[in-house]
């Protein structure tokens, strides 16, 4: 038996972004990872990486992209978290993941996950999620792992020198692929 969602998660509704909503996604993607309104949420980027997370053009690219969406978590008409869904051939791409900082400890979270993996699977029939995440962000990645997501201990380099993805405090960053069998 299940839990049953609070009365703030049940009033959450779902759909794809479209253009429109890129100004407002743009301004919730970067409140939630970077600078000091990230602060207020339970986790953040903003003590590894300086500068911007992304602006509207990489939003748009999302948006618009063939294979993929970009979901839109609303309670009450107002864009609360949003994630990027990408269909890549057995496996889905989860990314741009991020939930209003003032409401981040509340649960919020573990639906938006959850529908995003629901919404995958039946769209796509894939079998497994897929994300990248900055390896020296253990407590978000020991969230995910309580998700059921895996270390591969499969690393990329960060971009170092590409402000499109910010500007690195440290010089050790990489992202690990963490997978999830659906």
């Given at each position: 038996m299940g839990i049953a969602p609070s009365p703030d998660q049940a009033r959450l509704t779902f759909r794809?972004?479209?253009?429109?909503?890129?100004?407002?996604?743009?301004g919730l993607i970067e409140s939630a990872y970077r600078g000091d309104t990230s602060r207020a949420g339970w986790t953040t980027e903003?003590?590894?990486?300086?500068?911007?997370?992304?602006d509207a053009e990489g939003v748009r690219q999302v948006v618009t992209a063939p294979a993929g969406r970009l979901l839109v978590a609303?309670?009450?008409?107002?864009s609360v978290a949003c994630c990027?869904?990408?269909?890549?051939?057995?496996?889905a791409y989860f990314?741009?993941?991020?939930v209003a900082p003032a409401l981040q400890g509340a649960g919020l979270g573990k639906v938006i996950i959850a529908e995003a993996e629901r919404t995958v699977r039946?769209?796509?029939g894939v079998k497994e999620m897929h994300m990248t995440v900055i390896s020296v962000r253990e407590e978000l990645i020991a969230w995910y792992e309580r998700r059921g997501y895996r270390r591969t201990g499969e690393t990329?380099?960060?971009?170092?020198?590409?402000?499109r993805f910010g500007i690195?405090?440290?010089?050790?960053?990489?992202?690990?692929?963490?997978?999830?069998?659906?």
């Open positions: 794809d972004a479209t253009e429109d909503d890129v100004p407002v996604l743009v903003a003590d590894i990486l300086h500068g911007r997370r992304t609303e309670r009450d008409g107002a990027q869904l990408e269909h890549r051939g057995e496996a990314g741009m993941f991020a039946e769209t796509w990329t380099p960060f971009p170092y020198g590409d402000e690195p405090q440290r010089d050790d960053l990489v992202f690990e692929l963490l997978v999830k069998e659906l």
